[in-house]
Structures are given as C-alpha cells and as structure tokens.
C-alpha cells in the first residue's frame, strides 16, 4: 500500500473544511497516513485515526508529504524531511503562499492532478554551513537563507568576507544574508536584494542597513565557497537558517558558506508558474495603465 505522509502548524478553524476535504480525497485513494505529531496532536479530532511520525525515517518510503500551512510550514517540513529529497506538496492555508502556492479554493483539483501524476518536480537549491561542528547545529541547511544578525543592541556588527579564498569586502552593517534564488523573493527581496528565477545557478550575498550606502547586493554562482568572519562588540550575536535562530558566542566567529549537495523537491501543479506567482503574490501589473 502507497503512503503518504502530513505536516502542518498554526492552523485555525477557517482550515478544518479544507482539511477534511483533503483527507476525504486521501482516503478514497486507499493511502496509509503518516501525521506529524505536532500536527496530530493540533487536531486529534481529525488526525487521530492516523499513524504518527516524529523523525525523517519514519517516513522514507511516503510517495509525498504534505505541508498545510504558509510558507513558514513549508519550511518546517523541509527540516523534517532533510536530507531525504521527499516531494513536497505545499497547501498555502496561511497568508502570502511563495512556496505553498496551491490555495484553499484549489486544492480538491491539485490533489487529483497530483495523485494522476499530472504534475512537475522542481528541485531547489539550498544554502549549509560546513565545518560547524563548534556549532552544535544540527539542521545546518536553508531553503530561504543564512543570516548573520546582531543581537540585543543597536550597534553594527562587521563582517569579513571572502569568496574562494579571496577578500572580497567587510560589510559594517546590522547583518548578512546568504539567499538562495528561491530565498531572493524573501527577507533578501526586503532587504534590496533582487529577484531570481528558481532555476538559475546563483546565490544572493545581501547587505542588512549596511553602513555604506554604496555597498549593493551581489549576485554570485551557487558553486562559490563562502567565508564569513564576524566581529562584534557584544558578548553573542545571531545566525539564522530560515526561520531557525542561534545565538552563537561571539568566540566563534567564523562561518563557511556553500550550497548544499541535496535538494527541496517541490511538486509544482501543472498552471502554477513562478511567474505567475510573482505576478499575484508582488500585486505585478496591479497599474491602470494597463487595462482599458
């Protein structure tokens, strides 16, 4: 028997029709059910009847997870499934949607393009810190970004940093990001960054109030090796991997940046483009001059 499994956070009543839904589409499909048990213990009333998981492991063999939510669920079952490139099939029940871009009113119809195949895998890219051991991280990859911030004071941090091996610059700033392409539409995006098509082979080094106001994001290949160097007058700062924060003592200093050698395996309906994302989520064309 197929198995499929489910992840989601944060849901509130307005879901449960469209969460019934979809378990009424699952289980006509036959499919054993594996529910996260944050999830599960969420809505037992819906769950309950389900088998459970807490680690990637026990959920290997799932054709699929589902992640019921924003974006910030995506990116949470994205820790869950890590390093095992499970597909992920994003349900945006929350708010913006860039990742989990099927809505509420579109479900019934992606989940019966989905189970009839009819739909693409698009592999995105991630950023990881290597050589982290001082760190004690153990989810050390990002979807979205790495970020380097200052913590608990307005003063600037500065920040070192060298591309293969060479200087490139010492951002004095309040922090650093490193984004992927599917990070650029992110806090890089918010931050000046620019936008790139999910399939380009880039990374984004983004400035946060940098001092210089000359200094500008750049745009390198995703196979560059990164150094970052960090010095601050406070006792810690902050690293950031998506939505996951570490305060780090400020005797560890150094960071190595890469792209990570596994993917995020979105599934991506057949009609639901990055383009046509950008276009309803960034309010794109939304001018007068373009109607008559």
């Known amino acids: ?20 839904k979809i378990t009424s589409i699952i ?5 054993n059910v594996f529910v996260s048990e944050t999830l599960k213990k969420d809505l037992p009333e819906i769950f309950d009847h389900y088998g459970s998981f807490r680690h990637a492991d026990e959920i290997k063999n799932c054709m699929a997870i589902l992640s019921l939510g924003g974006d910030g669920t995506l990116l949470d079952t994205l820790t869950l499934v890590g390093v095992l490139q499970l597909p992920i099939l994003g349900i945006n029940l929350g708010r913006l949607g860039f990742l989990a871009t099927i809505s509420k009113e579109q479900v019934e119809q992606a ?7 009819d739909f693409e895998i698009e592999k995105r890219s991630l950023v990881q810190v290597v050589g982290s051991d001082d760190l004690l991280i ?13 913590k608990d004071t307005s003063s600037m941090i500065v920040v070192k940093s060298y591309l293969n091996g060479e200087f490139l610059n010492t951002y004095w700033a309040d922090g650093l990001m490193v984004a992927t392409p599917t990070g650029s539409t992110g806090y890089s995006l918010s931050c000046g960054g620019p936008v790139l098509m999910p399939n380009t082979s880039n990374l984004v080094i983004t400035p946060v109030s940098p001092h210089n ?8 290949p995703d196979n560059a090796k990164l150094k970052f160097e960090v010095e601050t007058r406070d006792l810690s700062f902050l690293i950031s991997l998506d939505s996951r ?8 200093h150094s960071f190595e940046i890469q792209k990570a050698d596994f993917f ?17 989520k960034l309010t794109w064309g939304l001018d007068k001059r373009n109607y008559f």
Request: charge should be positive; aromatic fraction near 8%.
């Open 1 to 20: 028997m197929e198995s499929i499994a489910i992840h989601g956070r944060g849901l509130t009543a307005t879901s449960l029709p469209y969460i019934k």
């Open 27 to 31: 289980d006509q499909r036959g499919l």
């Open 111 to 117: 989940l019966i393009c989905f189970f009839n195949g």
């Open 138 to 150: 153990e989810k050390n990859y990002a979807l979205n970004e790495f970020a380097i911030l200052r």
């Open 213 to 220: 106001l000359n200094v500008r994001p750049l745009v390198i």
């Open 245 to 252: 924060s570490h305060s780090i003592d400020n005797q560890i």
């Open 264 to 280: 995020a395996n979105l599934v991506k309906i057949k009609g639901d483009t990055f383009i046509d994302t950008l276009r309803t």
